[in-house]
């Protein structure tokens, strides 16, 4: 069954317009920030570039002081739940 697609939300942070498609409660897919691609909430880091720290070894604890706060460790771990569950979606689709 396939899921329905989220609606556009539409705010205002720091005086900008600022649109999104929620992915999860930290991770959105803004159509005018960085190409759409996933990011977290009201900044311009891509989730791959945290996925890719982590496949490299850095640790959740330096990824959040390296992005000093921006992206708070409950974000990241939304980011390996959502992307577990994909996997897990991709190989269940795979195998049908």
Aim: glycine share 8%.
């Amino acid at each position: 069954m396939a899921k329905t697609p989220k609606k556009l939300v539409q705010e205002v942070v720091g005086g900008e317009p600022y649109e999104y498609y929620p992915l999860g409660k930290y991770i959105v897919a803004a159509p005018g920030i960085c190409g759409g691609r996933p990011t977290f909430k009201y900044t311009r880091v891509e989730v791959q570039v945290v996925l890719d720290l982590i496949a490299s070894g850095e640790s959740l604890e330096q990824l959040v002081e390296n992005f000093q706060g921006r992206v708070p460790l409950k974000a990241i771990e939304e980011t390996l739940r959502l992307a577990a569950s994909l996997l897990k979606r991709e190989a269940e689709a795979a195998a049908a």
